[in-house]
């Protein structure tokens, strides 16, 4: 009896989370996009909160995603992308609570940042992986687990560590 009474009570849910995304708090939006069971209830809150998502993509539970959501802080991630759980992508790193450090000239030049993220197709990215501003993957790389990626990853690349290094070429074979 519970049982079918919990299993009525998640399909309103999920029914009334995808038909009105734009009436759930930005709060919800962002839990709904790292943790609901369902994937398709993730991809429709992280396009509601700035990131694109092509056909075919995963987002696992977990994802997290640094941004402000505005036009120069974009996520776009490419058709059939695979991202395991605890993946961060940051788009807008600052210090924002201590106004010294945001007027100190050596880390506005050099740390601050605020730039979009691009994944392109058939993209791996494993657990843990740290993707900062600015960086492109491209199409059909892999990023190893535990990576912190500080800049472009070529296509058809296996990378890993930190900073993310290439570690080999993948082949057409």
Excluded at 10 to 18: C, P, S, V
């Amino acid at each position: 009896m519970i049982g079918n009474l919990l299993d009525w009570a998640d399909a309103r849910l999920f029914d009334w989370l995808m038909d009105n995304p734009r009436a759930v708090p930005l709060r919800f939006k962002k839990l709904f996009a790292s943790h609901y069971p369902d994937a398709r209830v993730r991809k429709l809150y992280w396009n509601e909160l700035n990131v694109a998502m092509g056909e075919g993509t995963f987002p696992n539970p977990g994802l997290m995603v640094v941004n402000t959501m505005d036009a120069d802080t974009r996520v776009t991630i490419g058709d059939r992308v695979s991202i395991a759980p605890g993946v961060i992508l940051v788009t807008d790193s600052a210090p924002t609570n201590s106004p010294a450090l945001l007027r100190h000239p050596g880390l506005r030049q050099r740390v601050i940042r605020k730039a979009p993220i691009v994944i392109e197709d058939d993209v791996w990215i494993g657990a843990g992986v740290v993707i900062l501003p600015g960086v492109r993957v491209g199409r059909c790389a892999v990023i190893g687990a535990g990576s912190i990626v500080t800049s472009d990853v070529g296509p058809n690349v296996i990378v890993a560590g930190t900073p993310a290094r290439l570690l080999r070429t993948l082949d057409d074979d």
